[in-house]
């Protein structure tokens, strides 16, 4: 991984702007940001490679979701009845 993207996370404080989500609602950013971290770590365990990229995403999500939420999708994970496609 790139040094300035390595340092990028270091340096990380809040979620940057996404132009997918121009609103100031935030509810759809911060569960596509939890779907993609699901991804990004499935697709690059199942390769056998480093899964420090996805921290990225988790960053984000636990930034913009409410605790609660985060919490609720992990048990439905877990339970293997959560609604999202990882």
Known sequence: ???KFEEKIKNYRTAPFDARFPNTNQTRNCYQN????HRCNKALSAKNQDTAPCDWYRRVYKSLCPMSWVQKWDDQLESG??????
């Open 81 to 86: 009845s959560f609604a999202g496609r990882i």
């Open 34 to 37: 939890y779907l993609d971290f």
């Open 1 to 3: 991984m790139s040094d």
